[in-house]
């Protein structure tokens, strides 16, 4: 590089750091990128098209920052190119082609900075004629030809065809707008070749139209292949034949062929000569023997084909038995018989029949004929049928000897309730199918078939009477024999719901009492056995619980008590239903005894409050007479002037003894009651005035004879001063004499009238 070269590339370098600064420190806003298709968006193929592309940016300088412009088809990169002007981005498609159809966009990156255009579609329509070309226009038949095919101005992902008189020949891809290819024409005359091309795109393939026509001419290869089969009359099974191929009409010495001899597919000879093949005619099944010849030079081959039919010598036997249907240890007839045989060539005597395996075969005389004991298990067998050396094979036959019925079970699933449905089962072992039928005491009820392992015949019954039912099963499985297998009698009761439940109660629930036994009698109609459960209302733990045969059942509570009072019920229940009686209320009274202990107690606790109250009443009358006591008189003082003066009070102490001293005299005091059928209210109601006591004092004779009523508080005692009834002067002081009454004792003084007064019965003066 050269000094001049250098230094421009210097300063090209400092303009562009130059620039480059420049633009770091410009401002910039991409506003809009649209693309433009010219002259407009759909063109024919060889039209110029221009893709332009205008940006509008906003800068902060007059110079505008450097651009880079990107063209992309279907959002693929085409095309990038960088200006530093602000001029529009111009992208040239010269010639279009229809590969350049497809969605065009235009992106402008400014210093990272991108935005892109409007996805704009170019439509370009029209591909050119391809043109063919061959090396020959006439061969031999046999010779390649090379064709060569080119699609002029074309540009992208090709494929062509190639075309004998509009039959395909081969395809060839590739990117070049031309494509070469090499075929062979196998039969004479006149051939037309042509091509055509189709162009992928990444949306849409776009096919040409055709070539043009160019004619080869084929001369035809003069060999021909022969072929015979004798004889070539009517051909039997078993017959030989002599089958040969060769080729014919050839006279060039310097080429070879190959010949080739099948029979369908299976190829049986080849050779470069007349080929012969010998074999026996065997037919083939439904259809005749068929032939090819064929000769190959030059990779072209000729054929030729000869269908022959063989006639069957006898036809295929069949293996049959009898009867149809056999069980373990019987005996059967296995048949082994050619329905159709070839009269013109063999009789029926010269088929011979064999029985495979063959062991221990009883003879039964007739050809083809055997019999056979059935085993134990399945087995199979095959016979053969032979004439004239041809032997043919029947199909295996597989023997499945039945097992007769046995073991047969009958069973009832759910209980046996009285106008209920229920399920009878039946079961036994043997071959299937089993017809099983059930009888109700000797009477059919009905059948059922089984043809499934492991299953059980189900029947349905209602039974509408109570008492004792006998059900049976029978089983078979023959439908040649009369062999059946018959089950025991199952015998079973039928269930009778209960019904019409009572509960009684002995004695009556409100006339027992303590100590005695309560006695509960549940009873039902129906059958049993019967569960009875006796309860307290309000819980679920039976009090007892009972199954009896019977229908009837009881619960005792020895002895009762007043624990035992509530409501009762009794529950019964025999696997068809349920019931359940009313409650029965039980009142437990008290025992005769706790009565008459009761009533005993409460009369003396009346005697002992009686006696109590009576004591009370005779204290509170002797407080009261002693009481009254304090008001009698009192011996007076010996300093008093007068000696009758009596002083009463209230609340001096009451003397208990019966006797006092008065002025060295002693006087008895009697208390003197009323009669006890009066009392003191009796008394008290007899009279308005206030209560006075009045008490007689005999004093000695005072020398003032008048009466001096003495005060006590508001108590009045009136005093009465008796003189002798004789008139006698002073008696002797015998002190004073007080009649009381005491301790509800009453002392009775000598009768006398108010007028008369005596001292008789007073007690003699005691010094």
Not at 385 to 413: C, F, N, Q, W, Y
Request: aromatic letters at 8%.
């Amino acid at each position: 590089m050269g000094l001049p070269q250098r230094f421009i590339l210097i300063l090209l370098s400092i303009y562009l750091y130059s620039a480059s600064v420049v633009n770091t420190q410009q401002e910039f806003k991409i506003q809009s990128v649209k693309l433009i298709i010219e002259p407009r968006n759909d063109v024919t193929a060889g039209t110029n098209v221009t893709l332009r592309c205008q940006a509008t940016v906003s800068t902060s300088t007059e110079k505008g920052p450097i651009r880079e412009y990107t063209i992309l088809k279907n959002d693929k990169i085409v095309y990038t190119k960088t200006i530093g002007s602000s001029e529009d981005f111009v992208y040239q498609l010269h010639n279009a082609r229809v590969f350049s159809t497809g969605l065009y966009q235009c992106k402008l990156d400014i210093q990272g900075d991108t935005k892109l255009s409007k996805a704009q579609r170019l439509n370009v329509q029209g591909l050119s004629q391809p043109d063919l070309h061959l090396e020959m226009n006439v061969v031999n038949e046999g010779e390649e030809v090379q064709a060569t095919c080119i699609a002029p101005g074309e540009i992208g992902s090709f494929i062509f065809f190639f075309f004998d008189n509009d039959e395909q020949m081969s395809r060839v891809e590739g990117l070049s707008n031309q494509a070469k290819t090499t075929f062979r024409l196998s039969s004479g005359g006149i051939h037309k070749i042509h091509c055509s091309y189709k162009i992928r795109t990444a949306e849409d393939t776009f096919p040409s139209t055709k070539s043009n026509n160019v004619t080869v001419s084929v001369k035809e290869l003069s060999i021909t292949p022969v072929l015979k089969i004798s004889p070539d009359s009517t051909i039997y099974e078993g017959d030989h034949l002599n089958i040969s191929c060769s080729a014919q009409n050839f006279h060039s010495s310097s080429e070879g062929y190959k010949l080739f001899l099948s029979q369908g597919t299976k190829l049986l000879r080849t050779g470069n000569s007349t080929i012969n093949h010998n074999m026996v005619a065997v037919p083939k099944v439904s259809e005749a023997l068929t032939f090819d010849c064929r000769v190959e030079m030059r990779n072209v081959e000729k054929y030729t084909k000869k269908t022959i039919s063989v006639v069957e010598l006898f036809s295929v036997p069949s293996l049959t038995m009898f009867p149809t249907e056999i069980f373990q240890g019987e005996i059967m007839t296995l048949t082994c018989n050619s329905e159709r045989f070839a009269s013109q060539r063999i009789n029926r005597e010269d088929l011979e029949y064999t029985l495979y395996p063959s062991k221990n075969l009883p003879s039964s005389g007739k050809p083809g004929v055997f019999n056979v004991k059935a085993l134990q298990n399945d087995f199979n067998y095959t016979c053969s049928a032979e004439a004239k050396g041809i032997k043919k094979d029947s199909k295996t036959l597989m023997i499945r000897p039945k097992v007769h019925v046995s073991a047969l079970k009958i069973s009832i699933e759910d209980k046996v309730i009285l106008k209920k449905s229920i399920t009878i089962l039946c079961q036994s072992n043997g071959s299937l199918p089993i017809n099983y039928t059930l009888f109700k005491d000797n009477v059919q009820v009905g059948t059922k078939v089984i043809r499934e392992r492991n299953r059980q015949a189900v029947f349905m019954d209602v039974i509408n009477k109570p008492g004792e039912i006998q059900y049976r099963c029978e089983a078979k499985n023959s439908l040649h024999s009369n062999k059946t297998g018959s089950s025991q009698h199952l015998s079973v009761n039928v269930i009778v719901p209960l019904s019409l439940m009572t509960l009684t109660v002995i004695p009556t629930p409100l006339g027992i009492s303590e100590g005695e036994d309560l006695r509960f009698i549940c009873s039902v109609n129906g059958t049993g056995p019967v569960t009875f459960k006796w309860y307290r209302t309000g819980s679920v733990v039976p009090l007892q619980t009972n199954t009896t045969t019977e229908t009837y059942s009881s619960f005792l509570i020895k002895p009762v008590s007043k624990n035992d009072s509530d409501k009762y019920y009794c529950e019964a229940s025999n696997g068809a239903n349920k019931v359940r009686s009313e409650n029965v209320d039980v009142q437990v009274l008290m025992a005769l005894w706790k009565k008459m202990l009761i009533i005993v107690a409460c009369l003396l606790l009346l005697s002992v409050l009686l006696l109590v109250a009576s004591m009370l009443y005779i204290k509170s009358k002797r407080d009261r007479r002693e009481a009254a006591a304090e008001l009698s008189v009192k011996p007076s003082s010996p300093k008093s002037d007068d000696p009758l003066t009596v002083n009463l009070t209230h609340d001096t102490d009451v003397y208990n003894a019966a006797t006092v001293k008065v002025d060295r005299a002693e006087v008895s005091v009697w208390s003197k009651r009323k009669p006890e059928t009066e009392s003191d209210d009796e008394i008290s109601k007899m009279s308005n005035e206030p209560n006075v006591e009045y008490t007689e004092v005999v004093h000695a004779r005072s020398t003032d004879p008048d009466r001096v009523p003495l005060r006590k508080g508001t108590d009045t005692v009136y005093s009465e001063l008796q003189n002798s009834p004789h008139g006698a002067a002073d008696p002797p002081d015998y002190g004073s004499v007080e009649y009381a009454e005491l301790n509800r004792e009453q002392f009775e003084i000598s009768q006398y009238h108010p007028q008369v007064h005596s001292y008789q019965d007073l007690p003699e003066p005691v010094d």
